[in-house]
């Protein structure tokens, strides 16, 4: 084949996807379902622009923002394509000041674009589930993102999930309790802290030490962390212990046991969610509570995020407390592939009508209209094809039943119903005969076996 015939060949841009049927269907099922949760707190929905002005998108990011940003001219305005779902956030709050009612609780969910490197489960193209409440210093926001976190983790079948909990004025604190007084030192010390499950205690202390802080100090309150065990009421006991005079890790020890109160309120289960103070995410702007959602099974997280009470204004916008979280929809879904949690969520139809000769056409026609109509989802046969080829069309389309009207059927106003899903392709065993007024009972209280 030439370059030239591969250079013609119809293709997607390289780190894009194209979802089908089945996939579609399992990412209605994900954002369906976080946008009921989202709806059960009160939370309304926002669609902002996929391009916003490029003085909007420049400067947020860092480096990297910078470097991955789709930033382009077009009729006569530097544009670029959204990054994430937070800048277009800060704007909205910034132009709509004066019309929105706040606190202020958004939810968005749409695609959002960076240049990566295209790589397994990584895309240029994605969609982010995003969940924030502006204007609210109360820590009652940040339970409540931690019972969303965790009742949209349950909702989407997850067993074995943790929400982790933390706060960035006990990481602040516990990095002081080891000596650090510079803005590196306590970062690479809250870095360690985060990395040590990844990279181990033995790279983490040649890194806190380039930086000077004792290796040993730091060894010896990493130990004293990793022991804390029993109820979340308990590990902040324990963390108060420890750091009883330390007033910068109070502040987030009280904000912890405010949390630890609230939740417990808010039917989450306790085994389902743990303060976990090695945990630390965003470091360059998370000011309060940090959270994050261990899908379990050794996948990795899922969500993730925490309070940035000056988020808002550095983003363009007022000067304005925030929290809120986020799902990565590719990321989830993958999740659950890994851990098997859509067998039940495979997409197809519910009956398939076959057509079988034209004589037939307007009894077949009939039938699907009247299953439609029931609520049932229906395709009937457009390509004239003899039963067998009709029967492996339905296989293909996922039904879990085929109708036949034959000419015998029709005069005894009867259907035969082969339950597809059962047997590839029906067989006798699987199929019966009924009156065409019992067709809607017999599809509804059939299991619905699926092929192995």
């Known amino acids: 084949m030439s370059k030239e015939t591969i250079a013609n060949k119809p293709r997607n841009y390289a780190g894009t996807k194209d979802w089908f049927g089945p996939d579609v269907e399992q990412r209605r099922f994900v954002t369906e379902t976080a946008s009921q949760v989202f709806k059960s707190f009160g939370y309304e929905p926002l669609e902002t622009p996929v391009i916003e002005l490029a003085e909007t998108l420049n400067g947020k990011y860092g480096e990297e923002g910078s470097r991955t940003m789709y930033l382009f001219t077009k009729g006569g305005e530097n544009i670029g394509l959204r990054y994430d779902q937070t800048v277009p956030l800060a704007r909205v709050a910034a132009q709509y000041s004066n019309d929105l009612?706040?606190?202020?609780?958004r939810y968005a969910i749409g695609p959002v674009f960076r240049?990566?490197?295209?790589?397994?489960?990584?895309?240029?193209?994605?969609?982010?589930?995003?969940?924030?409440?502006l204007g609210v210093d109360s820590v009652l926001a940040d339970a409540e993102a931690i019972a969303m976190l965790y009742k949209i983790t349950e909702k989407l079948g997850f067993e074995d999930f943790k929400v982790l909990v933390s706060d960035r004025a006990l990481l602040t604190g516990m990095a002081q309790?080891?000596?650090?007084?510079?803005?590196?030192?306590?970062?690479t010390a809250i870095r360690g802290w985060d990395k040590l499950?990844?990279?181990?205690?033995?790279?983490?202390?040649?890194?806190?030490?380039?930086?000077?802080?004792?290796?040993?100090?730091?060894?010896?309150?990493?130990?004293?962390?990793?022991?804390?065990?029993?109820?979340?009421?308990q590990i902040v006991d324990s963390l108060a212990e420890i750091f009883g005079e330390n007033q910068t890790a109070k502040e987030g020890i009280d904000r912890l046991k405010q949390i630890v109160e609230l939740v417990g309120r808010m039917n989450v289960a306790e085994e389902k969610w743990k303060i976990s103070p090695?945990?630390?995410?965003?470091?360059?702007?998370?000011?309060?509570?940090?959270?994050?959602?261990?899908?379990?099974?050794?996948?990795?997280?899922?969500?993730?995020?925490g309070r940035y009470d000056n988020l808002i204004e550095t983003l363009g916008g007022p000067s304005i407390t925030g929290t809120g979280a986020s799902f990565g929809l590719e990321r989830v879904i993958n999740v659950m592939n890994q851990q098997n949690l859509n067998k039940d969520k495979k997409g197809g139809i519910d009956a398939f009508v076959t057509v079988f000769n034209q004589e037939c056409l307007a009894s077949s026609?009939?039938?699907?209209?009247?299953?439609?109509?029931?609520?049932?989802?229906?395709?009937?046969?457009?390509?004239?094809?003899?039963?067998?080829?009709?029967?492996?069309?339905?296989?293909?389309?996922?039904?879990?039943v085929a109708i036949v009207l034959g000419p015998d059927e029709i005069k005894e106003g009867k259907v035969t119903i082969k339950y597809l899903q059962q047997s590839q392709g029906g067989t006798k065993q699987n199929q019966e005969t009924v009156l065409i007024d019992e067709i809607i009972d017999r599809i509804s209280s059939r299991p619905n076996d699926t092929k192995e």
């Open 101 to 105: 009612t706040f606190p202020y609780r």
């Open 115 to 133: 240049a990566d490197t295209p790589q397994a489960g990584r895309y240029r193209q994605f969609t982010q589930i995003d969940f924030d409440v």
């Open 177 to 187: 309790q080891v000596g650090a007084t510079t803005k590196e030192q306590i970062l």
């Open 197 to 233: 499950a990844k990279v181990g205690m033995d790279q983490v202390l040649i890194e806190v030490e380039d930086v000077g802080i004792d290796k040993e100090k730091f060894s010896e309150l990493t130990e004293k962390l990793l022991k804390i065990e029993g109820t979340n009421t």
């Open 278 to 305: 090695t945990l630390a995410r965003g470091l360059d702007y998370y000011t309060g509570p940090i959270f994050e959602v261990e899908a379990g099974k050794g996948t990795g997280s899922i969500a993730g995020g």
């Open 365 to 400: 026609l009939d039938i699907a209209t009247m299953l439609r109509e029931s609520g049932l989802s229906v395709e009937i046969n457009q390509t004239m094809d003899k039963l067998g080829k009709q029967f492996k069309l339905a296989d293909k389309r996922q039904a879990k």
